[in-house]
Antibody, heavy 120, light 111 residues
């Protein structure tokens, strides 16, 4: 059974850097085709894809946010970390991590999500 | 502004059939990339509903079906039930953006 769980701060201040960790089980990110992605959803708004890292350590970022995002993985710990710099109140959202298999291009399953509020 | 365009809302009475459209362009759906659909029940995590345009994961009722034509895709729900009331999102890949993209979401109301 594949599961993912997000962890990190619930509250960050404007201009700070957000660091989120996705801890997963049931698959290996070193196996060919395995990928983990981050997706966010502001309250009452739509889903927005942020970043993806694959089994070969290739990284992909949303064009609109790529200057602020860094994704990395620790295969031995089954973790993927996302950092987002220069946080703004508009970055307030629920952040999800999800598994994807290369060539499938869909996200399944998703973690429970973590609500991050940006406020001073 | 989402890359994939969905109607903000649709509604239907129990037992009826509704469709939700997802309009893309020649950089995403039109390139041949599959469309996937997610259901997000109120207050819950998005769940994969349809993969690769028309495949239903295990456990998804056959009342849900997907299709694609040209640069657009559709999700059809037949025999509407109260439990279908949720937000629905389409998703694909955009080669121009080199990014995975979502629609803006459609809120389904069962009257």
């Amino acid at each position: 059974q594949v599961t993912l769980r997000e962890s990190g701060p619930a509250l960050v201040k404007p201009t700070q850097t957000l660091t989120l960790t996705c801890t997963f089980s049931g698959f290996s990110l070193s196996r060919s085709g395995a990928c983990v992605s981050w997706i966010r959803q502001p309250p009452g708004k739509a889903l927005e894809w942020l970043a993806l890292i694959d089994w070969d350590d290739e990284k992909h970022y949303s064009p609109s946010l790529k200057t602020r995002l860094t994704i990395s993985k620790d295969t031995s710990k089954n973790q993927v970390v996302l950092t987002m710099t220069d946080m703004d109140p508009e970055d307030t959202a629920t952040y999800y991590c999800a598994r994807m298999t290369w060539n499938d291009n869909w996200f399944d399953p998703w973690g429970q999500g973590i609500l991050v509020t940006v406020s001073s | 502004q989402s890359v994939l365009t969905q109607p903000p809302s649709v509604s239907g009475a129990p037992g009826q059939r509704v469709t939700i459209s997802c309009a893309g362009n020649s950089s995403n759906i039109g390139t041949g990339y599959d469309v996937h659909w997610y259901q997000q029940l109120p207050g819950t995590v998005p769940k994969l509903l349809i993969s690769a345009t028309h495949n239903r994961p295990s456990g998804v009722p056959d009342r849900f079906s997907g299709s694609k034509s040209g640069t657009s895709a559709s999700l059809a729900i037949t025999g509407l039930q109260a439990e279908d009331e949720a937000d629905y999102y389409c998703q694909s890949y955009d080669v121009s953006l080199s990014a995975w993209v979502f629609g803006g979401g459609t809120k389904l109301t069962v009257l």
